[in-house]
């Protein structure tokens, strides 16, 4: 992902926090947040020391990455997102992260249909 594409500072994670909206499955939580200042969308994901060690945490945001950048339909432009990662993603496959974070994306009415 580009960085223009990342949410990095934790004024932009508390902001998204504070406005936002957010919808969960039992593996992610997904918060939006309308950001008018941008024409595309910006992701920020946060996985927690409980769910494992640095090289399990890693492995799963660079899964959530990937499962981002293939999303098909994408996510709409002008929003700010923060995936976070629940235990159980621990156990997971890429393709199942995947497939649970286009369920919490369309549960969130956050896919663009138009592209």
């Keep these: 992902m580009k960085k223009e594409y990342r949410l990095k500072k934790n ?31 910006r992701v920020g994901l946060s996985v927690s020391k409980k ?11 660079r899964y959530l990455r990937e499962a981002i950048r293939h999303m098909d339909p994408p996510l709409k432009g002008g929003y700010d997102y923060i995936v976070i990662a629940r235990k159980p993603i621990r156990n997971m496959s890429s393709n199942d992260i995947q497939k649970s974070l286009h369920h919490v994306s369309k549960k969130a009415g956050a896919l663009d249909r138009r592209k």
């Excluded at 902001?15 to 919808?23: A, D, Q």
């Excluded at 593996?27 to 969308?41: I, P, S, T």
């Excluded at 769910?51 to 945001?61: L, T, W």
């Design 11 to 41: 004024e932009e994670f508390q902001e998204v926090f504070k406005k936002g909206k957010s919808f969960a499955n039992r593996q992610l939580v997904l918060y939006k947040c309308e950001n008018q200042n941008q024409e595309h969308f």
């Design 51 to 61: 769910i494992g060690n640095a090289v399990v945490r890693n492995q799963i945001k």
